[in-house]
């Protein structure tokens, strides 16, 4: 079992930044890839950025490259989002998840195994 907890959401002018945390607990977290998404009300939870094991390998969706970085503290087991440029459609909550590494599945989130509980982001205009 890996436990999950984000934190750093909140309220956020449009041009704004977030930093966003999660926390690991339980096994061994430079075991397993990281990932962030996001659910907005209505829609369906889609993928934001993922990191490997050593975080050799990052991905982005589209929507938030240029704008958002990924990064992994493994002897703090920590993963955080850093987000510039803010803008009001990234308004969402916000879950971190871990990957097995043997699972090439980056941005769909049925290939994750754990989830942490999420944090709300709202980006005003």
């Known amino acids: 079992q890996v436990q999950l907890v984000e934190s750093g959401g909140g309220l956020v002018q449009a041009g704004g930044s977030l930093r966003l945390s999660c926390a690991a607990s339980?096994?061994?977290?430079?075991?397993?890839?990281m990932g962030w998404f996001r659910q907005a009300p209505g829609k369906e939870r889609e993928f934001v950025a993922a990191i490997n094991w050593s975080g050799g390998s990052i991905y982005y969706a589209d929507s938030v490259k240029g704008r958002f970085t990924i990064s992994r503290d493994n002897a703090k087991n920590t993963v955080n989002l850093r987000m510039n440029s803010l803008k009001p459609e990234d308004t969402a909550v916000y879950y971190c998840?871990?990957?097995?590494?043997?699972?090439?599945?980056?941005?769909?989130?049925?290939?994750?195994?754990?989830w942490g509980q999420g944090t709300q982001v709202t980006v005003s205009s």
């Open positions: 339980g096994r061994t977290f430079s075991n397993y890839a």
């Open positions: 998840a871990a990957r097995p590494p043997y699972r090439a599945t980056v941005a769909v989130a049925t290939g994750y195994d754990y």
